[in-house]
């Protein structure tokens, strides 16, 4: 890139693109993005867009604006809360002569930051590594400048003699010769991940067949997840009123009176527009969301924004396969409000809605009633009969440990006793049934 990633307290202006379709309460949220990256941030400029401008997005005059502001306030970086083409971030630095990150790269930097198991550096990993190899031409016109192109600009680095001279000579090799190290080291990165993917498989198949259901916590960034998850379950995951504070997957066990034991997964909060890159790269982290017989939900209950929030949650979940999951959904933060914990019942009777407080305790006993109520009433157990062509099928219900007891009859078919979840259940037998 033209340039090196700013040092922790570094200036920065913080740039809100807004469409017709932004809300207003973005603003504080990438603002705080930005102090959880460890930028400071001096000032802050609007820009009003109907569609971006090709070039810089915001447009040449608006452009201007801002690199008076960016001298004025003595800025070392600038951060726009939209996602910029290369072309795009590279003009811009160009005019104000200063780093330039878009929302993706702002992300993708925290995450760097905060992964502190293997699996979280290497799925961080892979998401800079798929980041960067989209945006390689950004970083072609940077290694044009060190050899000493003399048109190594905004405009591509066309210009200037000897052998980086246009997109034919050396420049144009360098540019192949980057993107070949890119692609080996993101399948590198990809086959260790595999593995990571495949023992977490494993484990969560002994699980299953051992009957032990799993349930797994998700929720906007800063809901209180990881507090929630440290109360119900006794542990001490790291916590604290930041965005994206967990990173790292963890998973504990919980003995629910009346139910016996379970797992609980703790994972990476979502946010509004999370990066592709990194739902991508988390898929080994996420297929414990997937996977789970129970969704809690954590909501901040406190949030003026906890509707959108909502939404943006199930949005990630749809991505990601999940929406069909069962969800119990959990209003955190009552301390702050004047609500009382308790419980509200869906249309069958089923718990579906939980208030508490992750920080005082309150209602965790409700909410620990709730999960094994869901849990006991989700659970079925069915016996199945399975022809000799019905192999997908029968494979299908081994994969997802729902098998406990098989006989095999004379006809090449067999009898299946299943105990699973009715929902995962139903869902296989519409897929796989002949």
Known sequence: MLFERPAAGSRALILHVETGETPLSTRSEFTELSQTAGLLPVVEAVARRRTPDPRTFIGSGKLEDVKYLVDEAECQIVLVDQDLSPAQERNIESTLGIAVRGRTGLILDIFAQRARTHEGKLQVELAQLQHESARLVRGWTHLDRQRGGSGAGAGGGRGGGGATAGLGGAGETQLEADQRILGQQIKQVSRRLEKVRKGRELNRRGRSKAGVPAVSLVGYTNA???????????????????????????????????????????????????????????????????????????????????????????????????????????????????????????????????????????????????????????????????????????????????????????????????????????????????
């Open 224 to 434: 209180g997840k990881s507090t929630a998850f440290n109360r119900l379950c006794g542990a001490d995951v790291y916590a604290q009123d930041q965005l994206f504070a967990t990173l790292d997957p963890t998973l504990r066990r919980l003995e629910l009176a009346g139910m016996g034991e379970v797992v609980v997964s703790d994972t990476v909060g979502f946010i509004r527009k999370l990066p592709h890159t990194l739902i991508d790269a988390f898929r080994a982290t996420l297929e414990e969301v997937c996977e789970a017989d129970l969704l809690v939900h954590v909501v901040d209950a406190a949030s003026a924004d906890r509707a959108e929030q909502m939404l943006d949650v199930f949005e990630v979940l749809r991505e990601i396969g999940a929406a069909k999951v069962p969800c119990l959904t959990v209003y955190n933060k009552i301390d702050l409000l004047d609500e009382a914990p308790r419980i509200a019942r869906d249309a069958h009777g089923l718990p579906d809605r939980v208030w508490v407080s992750a920080v005082t305790g309150e209602g965790f006993d409700l909410l620990r009633e709730a999960i094994a109520e869901r849990l006991s009433g989700s659970m079925v157990e069915r016996v199945l009969n399975l022809g000799p062509h019905e192999g997908r099928l029968r494979a299908a219900l081994y994969e997802m440990g729902a098998v406990t007891d098989e006989r095999f009859a004379e006809n090449g078919g067999s009898e299946a006793h299943l105990r699973c979840d009715a929902a995962r259940l139903e869902h296989v037998l519409s897929r796989y049934s002949a």
